[in-house]
């Protein structure tokens, strides 16, 4: 079982930056991948990036590339995101989830991941 934790969501202004966190417990392994998804009212859950623990790569949505980067501390069991150029329809709840086997596949299929974290506000007003 692995317990996710995010922090770090607030209001910013357009074109400011926020890092999330997502710390983890439990046992995870170097298969693991950690996504940030997000969902704004009314809408879909939607990838946003994704990162291996193992081999440390990643993979983004287009709509955020070149503007949010994924990283991870291994030692602390934590995984970032850093968001920057932040713009009004970033805004959403910004789940951290763990995908048990996703060193293999990199997925953005938000079914794939096992387990979530509670989600964290995330707030870009214009």
């Known amino acids: 079982q692995v317990q996710l934790v995010e922090s770090g969501g607030g209001l910013v202004q357009a074109g400011g930056s926020l890092r999330l966190s997502c710390a983890a417990s439990?046992?995870?392994?170097?298969?693991?991948?950690m996504g940030w998804f997000r969902q704004a009212p009314g809408k879909e859950r939607e990838f946003v990036a994704v990162?291996?623990?193992?081999?440390?790569?990643?993979r983004y949505a287009d709509s955020v590339k070149g503007r949010f980067a994924i990283s991870r501390d291994n030692a602390k069991k934590t995984v970032y995101l850093q968001m920057n150029s932040l713009k009004p329809e970033d805004t959403a709840v910004y789940y951290c989830?763990?995908?048990?086997?996703?060193?293999?596949?990199?997925?953005?299929?938000?079914?794939?991941?096992?387990?979530w974290g509670q989600g964290t506000q995330v707030t870009v007003s214009s």
């Open positions: 990162i291996t623990w193992g081999t440390d790569n990643t």
């Open positions: 439990g046992r995870t392994s170097s298969t693991y991948a």
């Open positions: 989830a763990a995908d048990r086997l996703g060193n293999f596949r990199l997925t953005d299929q938000a079914r794939e991941y096992e387990y």
